[in-house]
T-cell receptor
Framework: KAGVTQTPRYLIKTRGQQVTLSCSPI?????VSWYQQTPGQGLQFLFE???????NKGNFPGRFSGRQFSNSRSEMNVSTLELGDSALYLC????????????FGSGTQLSVL | DQQVKQNSPSLSVQEGRISILNCDYT??????FLWYKKYPAEGPTFLIS?????DKNEDGRFTVFLNKSAKHLSLHIVPSQPGDSAVYFC??????????????FGKGTKLSVIP
């Protein structure tokens, strides 16, 4: 089974621009979550989607948004980029039994200059 | 307010000895706890988990202990191997109002196993 795939692997943007990151979950997984990892801050929850519906949202500004498609693929968008948005963005998918474990992709490293 | 805390940013252990990674939490609604391991340039991978109804779970060299009264859990790795060198994240989950589970992660502990 293929793992969670995130594209692109690296991105460099400038302040004020917007960016879209993509995530393809493991086949059959319907729940997709997004996390932001910054140095020394651990992983912070952005949002979770299930069957195209956002079920849960973390404490991030409205500049961070996401969506999920009917094939469970997900995208997240960050508008009006700020320097502090530089981070590793991780996508994770899980099956029905959410509690068991998340399967993470390798992430998209975003650098905002 | 950090609900899951890993107070040791780093830990060095000799190969063959025991590694003990600690994690404290504040939210009594957490009912499931997990440990993830992360190598540079890769996503975290699931290592071991424990339900709040248990106080111990073992999987090979890895054992997780949960002390609910102290709101503390620990991961023991015995014996430690150089390949265990990575960042270890503690995570806790609780069901949200929308019916989904959300994981709250600690900031991680970087384990270095010295050959």
């Amino acid at each position: 089974k293929a793992g969670v795939t995130q594209t692109p692997r690296y991105l460099i943007k400038t302040r004020g621009q917007q960016v879209t990151l993509s995530c393809s979950p493991i086949s059959g997984h319907r729940s997709v979550s997004w996390y932001q990892q910054t140095p020394g801050q651990g992983l912070q929850f952005l949002f979770e989607y299930f069957s195209e519906t956002q079920r849960n949202k973390g404490n991030f500004p409205g500049r961070f948004s996401g969506r999920q498609f009917s094939n469970s693929r997900s995208e997240m968008n960050v508008s009006t980029l700020e320097l502090g948005d530089s981070a590793l963005y991780l996508c994770a998918s899980t099956g029905q039994d959410f509690n068991e474990k998340l399967f993470f992709g390798s992430g998209t490293q975003l650098s905002v200059l | 307010d950090q609900q899951v805390k890993q107070n040791s940013p780093s830990l060095s252990v000799q190969e063959g000895r025991i590694s003990i990674l600690n994690c404290d939490y504040t939210n009594s609604m957490f009912d499931y706890f997990l440990w993830y391991k992360k190598y540079p340039a890769e996503g975290p991978t699931f290592l071991i988990s424990i339900s709040s109804i248990k106080d111990k779970n073992e999987d090979g060299r890895f054992t997780v202990f949960l002390n609910k009264s102290a709101k503390h859990l620990s991961l023991h790795i015995v014996p430690s191997q150089p390949g265990d060198s990575a960042v270890y994240f503690c995570a806790a989950s609780a069901i949200s109002g929308a019916g989904s589970y959300q994981l709250t992660f600690g900031k991680g502990t970087k384990l270095s196993v010295i050959p």
